[in-house]
Each structure stands twice: as C-alpha cells, then as structure tokens.
C-alpha cells in the first residue's frame, strides 16, 4: 500500500508489493509522480487512488441499458 506520508523515502509497488525507494520519478502531472518498480516493471502513479466500484457502477450507469441480461 502506498503511504500518504510525505516524510517516508518509499513506497510500496501496488503489483508486487516491493518496497521501491522513492528516487526521482519518471514523470510528473500536477501532484501525482510516475514510478517504476525494480522488481515487476510496472509503472504507477503515487499518489496511487483506488476509485472503486461506485465510480464504475455511476459511468456505466444507462451506457447498457440497451443489452439484455444474462
């Protein structure tokens, strides 16, 4: 899990959960950072938000109303 604490020098990759030192980040956009973890190679934001089901259930909402059930 990715820590809101600024005063930690790493973080932990959301795949693989390595523990990355926090080095210059690949890129920036406004307060978010880019990472890529040494272990697993993928790349992350931090801060890393999970948005969660309601966000989908809220986009999706009428898009698929047209398909029947299942």
Known sequence: MVSDSAAESHLDCPV????????AP????????LFECSSCGVQFWNPFKRIGSTWYEDFYTGRLKSIPPL
């Open 16 to 23: 693989c959960y390595t523990s990355i030192e926090m080095v």
């Open 26 to 33: 690949l890129r920036t956009a406004g307060s978010y950072s």
